[in-house]
Structures are given as structure tokens and as C-alpha cells.
């Protein structure tokens, strides 16, 4: 983490939709600006953050006044989006009730600020398979030239998108008065917009396969992402040459249409060439697919410098829905290893990929964890988002433990370990018993799991996989704390058995599982 480089320390909320104006509601991100793991169920606030960051961090002023996002419950009268900066930077950025939005002052900080946000949610993915089902091919032009690409520079300092509009609106230059007879006929309408129109496609098809240093393009880069993701899978792009009709060849601009803008997606699986990949690989090979290219595109469009240091950012929103949990942990692998620059702020629902998630990223020390609930409805009113810290588990036991509440220490205990083991059988491949229903797969069954692995590597010779002393001392723990009997009914825990308990399950939750030295079959 660039300590000199400002980031978000803070983003505050105030009367938006799913939040009220009766509470300011802060996700306070620390003096140094880290990353954010957050996670709130369905209707608690998610996904009203997540469209408060994008309204506010924008190139453009939104067509809708502040008014008409409020919350139509419980309005009040100071209406807020705003962000707060670490780094030194004393300014902060907001939107309010009654105010113009930020763009419209032409602060160049805000707009440097803007330019490097990356929005990105598991509907956007969508837009490279699943809407391409019944069509041809996966074309993503549309999805280049207006989103992913739509703020690229090209060498001449226009952006895709700008260029892509000036050829939508080519204004033909006029004929010489008096032509010399032995200069060439002067190009037509038609000539003239298919000239532009077949410019801008070479640009584009050079900024997609050839860089401007000569080596590689954004495809190179989606497909080095891509090999992060999922093994033995890249893609291709084939850009097609545009054919223009011009409906009018009146004075002035001239109205005209294309057909054939279509820059194909293809792809190779397992050194198969597939030319239609919505209709044949899967939503977890699709879904990487979708996020290397918007994640390379992201590189292309953000700048990296800029008259003032301004934090790179991605906004990410659920997309690892359309991956299981064995798919997930490369994609933090990848934002760990090639975006480390960047401030990530990652969003989820599932509450086991965000303890995975949580576990995963722990040790780096650049994550805050924080938590969206809503609280019960009262008198006909809807429920209200609260942001808490995710406290660990653990400690929540101890501080339970230091009150005297044996009962709710060994809860939380108990769901640390089961937490704890569920993750080690899914990270070394311990299977057990299929369940239609995973919540009928009780925590005996994983942890027998893990001990008879144990017992089988001893029994080759192979290295443990467990240190023994822990394994004992869960086992003898087990029966007492961290069985979901013995927190029913009246207490029989001693404060000596759940102490014993919180300090075993701690060092199992930072034990390190020993792979087998033995090559695999």
C-alpha cells in the first residue's frame, strides 16, 4: 500500500434510499484508506451503497436531483453522499439535498477522482454471455465502445467513445468549387463516413490486439487475468469491418446507418476453439471470462497518474456469484497479486463466502470488515440499516467469557470452530458424505474428516496433517463447548472449560494444515 498516495478513509450516507435521514451512517475505512470486505444480506443497504458511490463518483451530473433518491419514509432535511480522503487530503467529496451535483463545479480534483472509479456488479457480467444466447455470436462491441472502453485514450488523445460519436456524426467536408479535371473524382458521402467508420474499427482492433508499444493489447492482458482465474481457457476478439449506408447525401452532416459493427468474442478451451462460448462453457468459465475483461479494460481507462494523486478504486458488488466456492479464491488471489494498488471495495450477500473471504485476507492487513443488518421494523415503519464492525468471533467469546456469560462465549466459540473446520475440509479437498441439503452435514462429520486424515497420513508415513496435541486437545473440548447440545437447557460450563475451549479453537484457526509430501497420483 503506497503510503503518499491518498484513498478513501471514509464514506458517509445520509437520506438515500434504503438509509434514512434521521442517521448519518458511516463506513469508516481507517486513517489509511484499506480495502473493504462487507457483508449485508438482501435488503439491508448493499446495494443502496453501491449506487450512492456510483452517483456520486461520476463524470457526468446523474439526470435526477438528490430529491428523487431519498428515503420516502423517514426524509430529512441534510440529504448526503460523500467521501472523506486519507492521505492528507483535507477535502472531502459530497453530493447533498438542495445542491448541484460535484461535477457540474469543474473541480478538477473530483474529476480526477472520478476517472479512476471502476463500477462493477454481477448484472454487468451478464452482458458477455447470457444476453448472447439467442444471437449469433457474443458481439461486445456496443459493450467496448460504451462501457468498458468508452474513457480509453487513443493516440491522437480522443476517447473511444468520443471517436466512436464523431463517426456516428461525420460531417463530410465540401467538394472543391472548381476540380481540376485531371485530379480524382472527390470521394462521395458514402466513401467519406466508410473511410472514418473503417479508421475507428483499425483502432480499435489495434487498442484490443497490438498496444501502443507494439507488444501486446487488452485481450493479452484479459487472457494473463484469465490464466488466474481458471486453467487452460483464453480468448480471442475478431473485429469485423463496418458497412455504412447513408441514408441521405444532403448538405451537411449525413444521416447514415451501420450494419456488421460486431466485435466477436471467441474462445480456446482445452485447445478447442469455440466460437459461440455463452453456448457451451459454463456460468464459472463465463463469469471469469467477464471479469478479466472488464478488470483489464479498468487498467486501460484508469489513469495512473494525473495532475493530483488520486486512489485508483474498484467498487465490486457480488461478482463471484456465478462461482462456487472453489472458484472465489482465485479471484482474491488475483486482486491481491495485480491490483494491489488499488483500493478494492468488495460487497457480498453470501455469508460463507464472506467468512472465506474474511479468513483469506486476514493476514495481509489491509482489509476492514464491516457488516450491513437491518433492525426489526417498528409501528408500521420498514427496518433500518445499522453498519457494525465484524467483530471476530473469538473475541466476541471473550468478552462474553470476562462478563460471565458461559452460555454465550461457548456460542460464539463454537461457531468459530465450526467456521473454522468447514473452511480447511473445502480448502484440502476432505469430502464427506453427500447431503442433498449442506446444512444437514453435521460438524462431527467434518471433523472426523479431518481426523482420519490424519490417521492416514500416519499410517503411510507421510507427514501430519494436523499437529496431534491440537487435534487432542479439540477432541477433549469438543464434547462439552463446542457441542450444540451443551449450549441448551441449563449451563453445566465451567469458565475454566470455556477458556480452555476459546484458546484451543484460536491456535486451531491459526494452525497451518500440512499438504502431503508424497507427489500426487
Given amino acids: 500500500m503506497n503510503d503518499t498516495a491518498p484513498r478513501i478513509g471514509k464514506i458517509i450516507l445520509r437520506d438515500f434510499r434504503f438509509f434514512p435521514g434521521n442517521e448519518t451512517y458511516t463506513f469508516d475505512l481507517g486513517d489509511d484508506g484499506k480495502n473493504l470486505l462487507l457483508f449485508g444480506e438482501n435488503g439491508c443497504g448493499k446495494s443502496s451503497l453501491f449506487h ?67 463500477f462493477l456488479d454481477y448484472k454487468a457480467l451478464l452482458r458477455t454471455n447470457l444476453v448472447h444466447e439467442d444471437a449469433d455470436c457474443v458481439n461486445l462491441f456496443s459493450l467496448l465502445v460504451e462501457t468498458l472502453l468508452r474513457d480509453a485514450e487513443w493516440p491522437n488523445g480522443r476517447t473511444v467513445l468520443r471517436h466512436w460519436d464523431a463517426v456516428q456524426h461525420f460531417e463530410v467536408p465540401e467538394p472543391p468549387p472548381e476540380p481540376d479535371e485531371d485530379e480524382e473524382e472527390f470521394p462521395s458521402a458514402a466513401e467519406h463516413i466508410n473511410a472514418a467508420a473503417q479508421r475507428f474499427m483499425v483502432q480499435l482492433d489495434e487498442f484490443l490486439n497490438v498496444s501502443a ?69 459454463n456460468e464459472a468459465r463465463l463469469t471469469a471470462i467477464a471479469l478479466a475483461l472488464y478488470l483489464a479494460a479498468a487498467e486501460a481507462t484508469t489513469p495512473r497518474t494525473g495532475g493530483l494523486q488520486m486512489p485508483r478504486l474498484l467498487v465490486l458488488d457480488d461478482v463471484t456469484i456465478g462461482l462456487d466456492s472453489v472458484n472465489r479464491l482465485p479471484v482474491l488471489r488475483m486482486l491481491n497479486e495485480e491490483f494491489s494498488d488499488w483500493q478494492v471495495l468488495l460487497m457480498t450477500f453470501d455469508r460463507v463466502w464472506f467468512d472465506l473471504a474474511r479468513e483469506y485476507t486476514e493476514n495481509t492487513g489491509r482489509w476492514r470488515y464491516l457488516t450491513l443488518r437491518e433492525l426489526p421494523a417498528l409501528r408500521g415503519q420498514p427496518g433500518r440499516p445499522v453498519v457494525e464492525p465484524c467483530a471476530d468471533l473469538l473475541n466476541r467469546a471473550e468478552a462474553h467469557l470476562h462478563a460471565g456469560d458461559l452460555m454465550a462465549a461457548a456460542v460464539y466459540i463454537r461457531a468459530a470452530f465450526e467456521t473454522r473446520v468447514k473452511n480447511v475440509c473445502r480448502d484440502h479437498g476432505i469430502q464427506v458424505a453427500y447431503k442433498p441439503d449442506p446444512r444437514d452435514i453435521r460438524i462431527d462429520q467434518l471433523w472426523a474428516a479431518i481426523v482420519e486424515r490424519q490417521k492416514t497420513r500416519e499410517e503411510t508415513g507421510d507427514i501430519g496433517f494436523i499437529n496431534p496435541c491440537l487435534m487432542n486437545d479439540v477432541e477433549a473440548v469438543r464434547s462439552v463447548v463446542l457441542n450444540r447440545l451443551s449450549h441448551s437447557g441449563t449451563p453445566l460450563l465451567t469458565s475454566n472449560e470455556v477458556k480452555m475451549a476459546l484458546d484451543t479453537v484460536r491456535r486451531l484457526q491459526h494452525h497451518r494444515f500440512k499438504k502431503s509430501s508424497r507427489p500426487a497420483a
Fill in 52 to 118: 450512492a458511490l456510483r452517483l456520486l463518483l461520476r463524470e457526468s451530473a446523474p439526470g435526477q436531483e438528490f430529491a428523487a433518491y431519498r428515503n420516502v419514509f423517514n426524509p430529512g432535511e441534510e440529504g448526503t453522499i460523500a467521501v472523506e480522503l486519507t492521505a492528507g487530503m483535507p477535502q472531502d467529496f459530497k453530493w447533498e439535498h438542495g445542491e448541484p451535483h460535484p461535477m457540474t463545479s469543474g473541480d478538477i480534483a473530483f474529476l480526477e477522482l472520478a476517472r479512476r472509479i471502476t
Fill in 213 to 281: 508499444g507494439g507488444d501486446r493489447g487488452l485481450v493479452a492482458r484479459a487472457n494473463e487475468l484469465l490464466a488466474k482465474l481458471t486453467s487452460d481457457l483464453e480468448v480471442q476478439t475478431e473485429v469485423s469491418t463496418l458497412q455504412v449506408k447513408v441514408v441521405s447525401e444532403d448538405a451537411g452532416v449525413h444521416p447514415h446507418t451501420f450494419d456488421g459493427a460486431e466485435v466477436r468474442l471467441k474462445a480456446v478451451y482445452a485447445g478447442h476453439s469455440i466460437d459461440h462460448p455463452a453456448l457451451f462453457l
